[in-house]
C-alpha cells in the first residue's frame, strides 16, 4: 500500500494540486533516508516485554490497566507521590511521553550500566534529550509533560512472561527514586526531578531482556503512541520468525494486543493500517504483508544487528 495513504492526483489540468507533505510526512521520509543510507545515529533500548505490551494509549480513569499478548503480559497500578506532607494520588502514565521517556532512560541504563539516570536541570533540558521540540511550545504541554512524569515516576509495574519452560514474573515499581525541587519555568515554579534510579528487579531483568531500538526511528515516529507500539514489537518479534513463509497474525490477535482502546473494530483497522504504514517507512527491512484475515510476519533482519550491541538477548522458541 502507499505509504501515506492514496497517491493525490497529478497536477493535469482540471485535478487538484498536489497536497504539500505535512511535517509528520517530511519527518518519515528523512527518517527512511538516513535510516537506508547511514550508520544507526544511536542504539536505544526498551524492555522485551513492553515491547509486546505497550501502557496505555488514552487517558484510563481505573488504577489499574492490562494488556497481553501471547505468553507476555503487562499490569500496570497507578500509585502516590509524596507532595508537601500528603501522598498525592498520580493517574496512570499515557501517551508517547511515558513511552519515550521509557526507552531513553531504559537505553541510558543499558549503555552506562547504571541505575541512576540524569534528566537534567529542566523540563526543557529533559525535552531536548528527547528530541521534542520545546520551541513555541503551550504552556499547557509543560505542565501535562510532568504530570505523565510523576504518573511514570509513581506507577508500580508487573511483567510476566514465559521463556521456554520458565514463568517469569516482575512485581516492581520501574522507578524507585524520584527527586525533585522547586524551579522556574517562564513564570511558574514547578517540581522537577534531576535524577531518576531505576529499581534493582527492573534493571536487573532490563540487562537480560533489552530490545535494541534505532533512535532515528523512534525520533520520526514520536507523534503516535500507536506507531511507536508497533515499531518496538516488529523489532522485537520479526527477527525472531523462522518460517520462510512468514506467520499469520490475526485481526483477533491484534486487536487484543493493540486495540483495547478502540470500541468499534472497524476504527481500529483503519488506524493500525495507516501506523503500520508509518512504521514501515522507518524500519526499510521489515518485511510484512497485509492479507485477508491478518498480517503475514516474515523473517527479517531487526533494526539494529545483533553484533553491534552488548546486550544479550533472551532466547525464544522457534516462530
Known amino acids: 500500500p502507499p505509504l501515506f495513504g492514496p497517491p493525490q492526483p ?13 511535517s509528520v510526512q517530511r519527518r518519515l521520509l528523512d527518517a527512511r533516508a538516513r535510516l537506508v ?45 509524596w507532595r508537601r506532607g500528603g501522598w498525592v494520588e498520580q493517574p496512570l502514565p499515557y501517551g ?35 528530541g521534542i521540540d520545546v520551541n513555541g511550545g503551550p504552556r499547557g504541554g509543560y ?11 509513581a506507577c508500580r509495574l508487573m511483567l510476566g512472561m514465559s521463556i521456554g519452560e520458565r514463568d517469569i514474573t516482575l512485581d516492581a515499581k520501574p522507578i524507585t527514586r ?13 517540581m522537577w526531578p534531576g535524577v531518576m534510579e531505576l529499581s534493582q528487579e527492573f534493571y536487573d531483568t532490563l540487562l537480560d531482556h533489552a530490545v535494541p531500538l534505532d533512535h532515528t526511528a523512534l525520533a520520526a515516529l514520536k507523534h503516535s503512541a500507536l506507531t511507536l507500539d508497533l515499531y ?5 518479534r520479526l527477527c525472531r520468525v523462522r518460517k520462510a513463509e512468514g506467520v499469520t497474525v490475526r485481526w483477533t490477535s491484534l486487536r487484543e494486543q493493540f486495540g483495547q482502546e478502540y470500541s468499534d473494530p472497524r476504527n481500529f483497522k483503519r488506524e493500525f493500517r495507516q501506523a503500520l504504514r508509518q512504521t514501515l517507512a522507518v524500519y526499510p527491512d521489515a518485511r510484512v504483508d497485509d492479507v485477508t484475515g491478518g498480517l503475514v510476519l516474515k523473517p527479517s533482519r531487526p533494526p539494529i544487528a545483533k553484533t553491534s550491541v552488548l546486550v544479550t538477548l533472551p532466547a525464544t522458541t522457534p516462530g
Open 178 to 190: 524520584f527527586e525533585a525541587w522547586l524551579q522556574h519555568e517562564g513564570e511558574q515554579r514547578v
Open 143 to 153: 505542565t501535562m509533560f510532568k504530570k505523565q512524569m510523576e504518573a511514570l515516576a
Open 10 to 22: 497529478s497536477g493535469s489540468l482540471g485535478a487538484p494540486p498536489l497536497k504539500p507533505l505535512t
Open 37 to 81: 543510507q547511514e550508520p544507526p545515529e544511536r542504539v536505544d533500548f526498551l524492555h522485551a516485554v513492553l515491547c509486546q505490551v505497550g501502557m496505555p494509549r488514552k487517558p484510563t480513569a481505573g488504577r489499574s490497566f492490562e494488556r497481553r499478548s501471547g505468553a507476555a503480559s503487562m499490569l500496570l497500578e497507578a500509585g502516590r507521590l
Open 96 to 130: 508517547t511521553r511515558p513511552r519515550l521517556v521509557m526507552v531513553h532512560i531504559s537505553g541510558e541504563a543499558v549503555r552506562r550500566r547504571a541505575r541512576e539516570i540524569e534528566v537534567g536541570h529542566s523540563m526543557r533540558d529533559f525535552l531536548r534529550m528527547l
Open 232 to 236: 518496538t514489537w516488529l523489532a522485537h
